[in-house]
């Protein structure tokens, strides 16, 4: 089965490549493990070198990595430069804080000198999507190659281009060959790549049904594994909030990436009192976005990534329907032009036993809730099996700790979108994953956090 780039906002087939064969994965293996031998020995001044260097070399070349992204998956072309610029962010960031994060820790013991020492632990396998094809790459990149470890890149295979691009930039940044490798292969070979003994750790960014496959491998292979999975994020608004800011917020929350994204608000939670103006301001925000092509500067929202997304996203929308939702905007795929185009969409009257109520709408879909109070706003945020991400909208500072303290996620942004941040830890809870990226925890995760005890 070839892999290949297709454009969704045409249909046309950009490019298609021949999947590695089993020797060439062996010697992509081969040279990994050649690689780590050596490249743990380096210190962090000269990983830190050569991840400067990658972020330059994003930033000269960020129109050019953003075109590859909006050609292949559809992203706004804005929001694809403003991918790259994050990119170059992450790899600063760790270039500059990597040593402190992994520095020997003293503890007092009864040992003369007691400590410790986080080491690498080597090849660590990258299960990445296509969503964010350069950024969800770089937030793992960027820490795990700081620690010493090395990297095999199995990337989603609608996005080719991306991935090798990727190999690139860290090639030409100085990094040797073999640290970092991408695997131009499909789903059905991640089973091997993972029991092989080698490979030490992995990490996968997601489906849920994806993130049970390798989580499953890699529990009979005794391998650690990250997984961040899907989401369906609740977006509360209570009466004391700033509507407008909560409104133009939540069109960002629920568009961004084209709606593709595990940490778009997709549960609109809004207070009785204040329902009415919201819905409006809402309705109207919506109504105001440039669906088109995302080549385009002025363009809001582009392509869904691939067909399949398409026909997923507008089957759950009908059957929400037959459900008892009621459809206040879109609903139907738009068939004036080619392309897996998909409206903005808003969903209301939303039945618990619905489709809406409870599974994730990956795509420019909003589902609008009433509830009367904080009581049954927090109820309805938590009555879901994803835990990821959360934000409430209140100047009530009893409301925003009660939110802070009882919504079951893995952040709670208060007043503002919930986003990644080099600085923060990320990840969730529930079925939306376990294990953190970013921050000091996400460098610590890939790394033997060893004893060391001296008397």
Not at 212 to 226: D, N
Request: aromatic content about 8%.
């Amino acid at each position: 089965m070839a892999i290949a780039s297709i454009n969704p906002t045409t249909g046309e087939t950009l490019k298609t490549f021949t999947p590695l064969t089993d020797a060439e994965i062996a010697a992509k293996l081969d040279n990994a493990e050649r690689a780590f031998s050596t490249y743990r020995q380096t210190n962090f001044a000269q990983r830190g070198e050569w991840l400067n260097n990658a972020a330059k070399i994003l930033e000269t070349n960020k129109q050019q990595y953003a075109e590859i992204m909006t050609l292949e998956m559809g992203k706004p072309i804005n929001s694809a430069i403003a991918e790259v610029e994050k990119c170059a962010l992450v790899c600063r960031y760790y270039a500059e804080h990597a040593a402190q994060f992994l520095a020997d820790v003293a503890i007092a013991t009864d040992a003369s000198h007691s400590y410790v020492r986080y080491q690498p632990l080597g090849i660590i396998l990258a299960v990445m999507p296509w969503n964010f094809p350069l950024w969800q790459v770089f937030r793992f990149a960027a820490p795990a190659l700081m620690a010493g470890n090395v990297g095999l890149l199995k990337h989603a295979s609608n996005v080719p281009q991306s991935a090798l691009a990727i190999e690139a930039v860290l090639l030409e940044a100085g990094f040797p060959p073999g640290v970092f490798q991408t695997l131009l292969v499909g789903a059905d070979r991640v089973a091997n790549l993972l029991k092989d003994p080698r490979v030490k750790a992995a990490t996968l960014t997601g489906s849920e049904a994806a993130g049970q496959s390798l989580a499953s491998i890699a529990s009979h292979e005794l391998k650690k594994t990250v997984l961040e999975l899907g989401g369906s994020d609740p977006f509360i608004v209570l009466k004391s909030a700033d509507l407008e800011l909560a409104a133009s917020t939540a069109v960002t929350a629920r568009m961004l990436n084209n709606g593709q994204s595990c940490i778009a608000a997709k549960r609109f939670i809004v207070e009785e009192a204040i329902a009415d103006a919201f819905t409006e301001l809402l309705v109207q925000k919506f109504q105001a976005l440039k669906v088109g092509d995302p080549l385009l500067p002025e363009t809001n929202i582009g392509p869904l990534a691939t067909p399949q997304m398409l026909t997923d996203l507008h089957k759950q929308v009908q059957l929400s329907i037959q459900q008892g939702c009621k459809v206040l905007l879109g609903g139907e795929p738009l068939s004036d032009r080619a392309g897996n185009f998909y409206p903005p969409t808003i969903l209301t009257n939303i039945p618990p036993t619905s489709v809406a109520y409870d599974e994730e709408l990956f795509g420019p879909v909003a589902a609008l809730f009433r509830v009367p109070n904080l009581d049954m706003a927090i109820k309805i945020a938590n009555d879901t099996s994803f835990g990821l991400g959360a934000s409430v909208w209140t100047n009530d500072l009893q409301e925003q700790e009660r939110a802070i303290a009882e919504i079951e996620a893995g952040a709670v942004f208060v007043n503002g979108m919930v986003k990644s941040d080099p600085r923060m830890p990320f990840g969730g809870v529930k079925r939306s994953g376990y294990g953190r990226e970013l921050g000091l925890h996400g460098i610590q995760e890939f790394v033997n956090i060893k004893t060391v005890w001296v008397k």
